[in-house]
């Protein structure tokens, strides 16, 4: 069991929760995510490792109630627990293989639109304990869907805020942002780019335009984490990748935005996923190839 220690709403339809969960967190890297069960019966549900204290022991999660098993989520209170947590899954952001002097040679950028603020922040919050200041742009449709706007503001260079409609600071979207920085002359040759899978499509054709090589976190739909399901396939290049074992991080420009978005709405249903598997034969699904056991 995993005690819940604090939870608080975020946003119109964002929760963070404080997690209990020493072994996990002595483990985490950003990048990475767990798989959530709320009880016995629960759905596993992939989350982003939004925080992490390896000293107190905890994890912090972020979610939005979209389906049923989150909305469960929401009863959920501080001393309660979740049956299971997974994890940290995935690989770490490549930030944490560069040395010390690559990182400080880089110009960071980091893109985050929506519920995507919650794994931009834990890069950019590991940058600036290393004396390494990123900007970063948050995009959402309204004031009311932004969060982490102060602890942002804690850790980033300088932050730029968008919405769709106007109601808070910059309006329009995320890639209107890009174009007006460089076009005042900021420069920047490494961006990380998180959120919907459409923002992020688009995001890559602006950075490509400027040659900002952009990494995305794919959130494609996810089952069991471990590359057998085949929920979370995607090609990136001429290659078919996991998203959940050979990800979540990739090179931004190589996705198949197109085929991974239809790839997205047709998993959500039993005969779309019937004619994914005949049609992807053996690459419909791999092998974690990952896995080490309860090390």
């Not at 119109?12 to 767990?34: D, I, K």
């Not at 019937?274 to 699904?285: F, I």
Request: with cysteine; glycine share 10%; charged share 25%.
């Amino acid at each position: 069991m995993y005690k819940i220690l604090e939870k608080r709403q975020l946003s119109e339809v964002v929760w963070e929760m404080v997690v209990e969960a020493p072994r996990l967190a002595a483990h985490c890297a950003p990048g990475q995510f767990l798989i959530v069960k709320k009880d016995e019966e629960g759905e596993r549900i992939p989350l982003t490792i939004c925080d992490y204290d390896a000293e107190k022991g905890t994890i912090t999660i972020v979610f939005q109630p979209v389906g049923a098993s989150t909305q469960e989520f929401l009863e959920l209170e501080a001393g309660d627990a979740f049956e299971n947590v997974v994890g940290p899954l995935g690989n770490p952001s490549d930030l944490l293989e560069m040395s010390e002097e690559e990182l400080k040679s880089h110009k960071f950028l980091f893109v985050a639109g929506g519920v995507g603020t919650a794994p931009i922040y834990p890069q950019v919050k590991w940058l600036h304990e290393r004396g390494i200041e990123a900007d970063v742009i948050i995009g959402a449709r309204t004031k009311d869907l932004l969060f982490y706007e102060d602890k942002m503001r804690e850790v980033a260079g300088n932050l730029y805020l968008t919405t769709d409609d106007g109601s808070y600071m910059h309006k329009g979207v995320v890639t209107s942002v890009i174009d007006e920085l460089v076009a005042e002359g900021k420069t920047y040759d490494h961006c990380v780019c998180i959120g919907p899978m459409i923002m992020m499509k688009f995001c890559c054709l602006t950075t490509e335009k400027y040659n900002i090589p952009t990494v995305v976190s794919m959130n494609p739909i996810m089952v069991d984490g471990t590359g057998m399901c085949g929920a979370c396939r995607l090609t990136v290049g001429d290659e078919v990748k996991f998203a959940c074992v050979d990800g979540p991080e990739f090179d931004g420009f190589k996705i198949n935005w197109n085929e991974c978005m239809k790839r997205a709405q047709m998993y959500k249903t039993e005969e779309g996923r019937a004619k994914l598997k005949a049609q992807e034969g053996d690459t419909h699904h791999g092998g974690c190839g990952n896995c080490g056991g309860d090390k």
